[in-house]
């Protein structure tokens, strides 16, 4: 920050220091005096001062013991000027035996110049409580800016919480969160991230964090169109973050539950909702069956929410019927009625990928599904019936294994879950026994790998090493009989994947010939087992019951 003081400006810059509570970081110590630790805060933040444009903001995270100091030093002795001081509160705190348990970070919201600051208020507004509880007309419909007020933990008094404070409600990033990095265990939520960049900045604005960490700060900037750098003492977070915002796009999603009042998605109608003109019934399930046999070609109600063009057809059909709901909630109905048998008859011809097509993408399939599974989408027949979870989950899947037709990804998920559920041979049984993973060599995931693999049916290991002193970890195992091309796809997604995975570190992958005489079957039974075995955070198996 020195440095580039006197060449660069920025306009926003969000900070999450070390706390100085014995955290363990892998090359920082976080236990220093207490002198030691407020002199070099003094110092860093008087260098983010220099660095900011006169209109310029700057927001710090902190824990309870240095709140206060931290306010003093950036108030009185750096010049800073306090707007807010917000409470991150949060379920899911740590567990204490002899005080109260802590539930809540510091924010802590300063401007440069108390007249000339950037805060886009349209951006955060929420509805007000008033709005929500009594419906009352009176209130502004756009909603308001969150305010000051007191809580109660929302589980203990349901009705009470309402997100227009400046005490501010997000799920914090747990251990078993898709969001979470494995090796950062005080990361900020992405949704929390946007609240102060969407409000403190403007598109193409420079967002500088000097305490990268996992990266989740410059991986939302980048999302939401902003301009972004920062630093990291650590090599090995440096990676990882890098490694994520490769896989970031402006314009993706942000990671994480919405707001806590508005985020729980309504029980589909399955087309029985009364009305004037509307009656429950056969008559609903009839005019939703005509829909579909107008559209399917003959083809399954698999196929149909597979196939894009297909599931088009079928909403548009819906939508001209008239029928009540949403197409999330016409797809639902459709899977229900299937599970009821009442489609059989319109169903007369078989939709079957050629194994050489489906193998290559498999994994990228799986990796994708098992990631929407983790964000907390219920099932595959929900993704797939969500118009926006199956654009989110053929993104993820075409950019691991780009180049085919979108119907071609979905098919490969429903390919995985059917033989999730299949029964196992019995020559598992001597399978599961073995402990082959890491025997052997393991060969780095880089271009022109392929050229020394023989074409026969594998079982492979994508493995991970996150350090010297950390064990190589197992993240995805994959069986294939086109073993070439799927390592191809491999390894033009290898920063795809380094980015998925919970911890920073380098990509193997470990090849366990299988034989050629190998059925089909005996391999993907193979697979299973080992998943089952390992459990690799990558594998939709591994999420399934053994």
Known sequence: MQQIADSLKVDLIIADPPYNIGYEYDIYNDNRPDEEYLDWTYRWISAAHRLLKDDGSIWIAIGDEYAAEVKYIAQRKVGL?????????????????????????????FVKDPKSFKFRAERIRVPSARRLVYDDARTNPAGRVPDNTWILRPQDIPNCFQPIEDTWYFARVAGTFRERAKFMQCQLPEKLLARIILSCSDPGDIVFDP???????????????RRWFGCELSPNYARHAQQRLDLAQVGDPLEGPDDPLLSSPSTPCYLNIEGPNQRQGDYDEQLLIQCFLSVNDGFSVDRLLADPVLSVRFIDACSQAGLPGRPVDWNLALLRLRKQKELRSGCTKRTRLPRQDLEPILFGAEI???????????SLDYILADPAASIRFDDLARRLAPGRPTWHYRWAALHLRKRAHSKLPSILNAYQEANTILSGNLVLLEPGIESAINEEPSLYYVVQKPGARREPIVVYIGASKYIKPTVVNLVKSRDHLAALCRRPGDLFVKLVPAGSKMSNRELEAFRYAEVQRLRPELNYLAKQSP
């Open 81 to 109: 000027h306090l707007r807010n001081w917000v409470i991150w509160y949060y379920t899911f705190g740590v567990s204490c035996q002899d005080k109260f348990c802590r539930s809540h970070t510091h924010l802590l919201y």
């Open 211 to 225: 305490f990268v960490g996992s990266g989740s700060s410059l991986v939302v900037a980048k999302k939401l169109g």
């Open 368 to 378: 994708a599904l098992r990631k929407l599974l983790d964000q907390g989408y219920p």
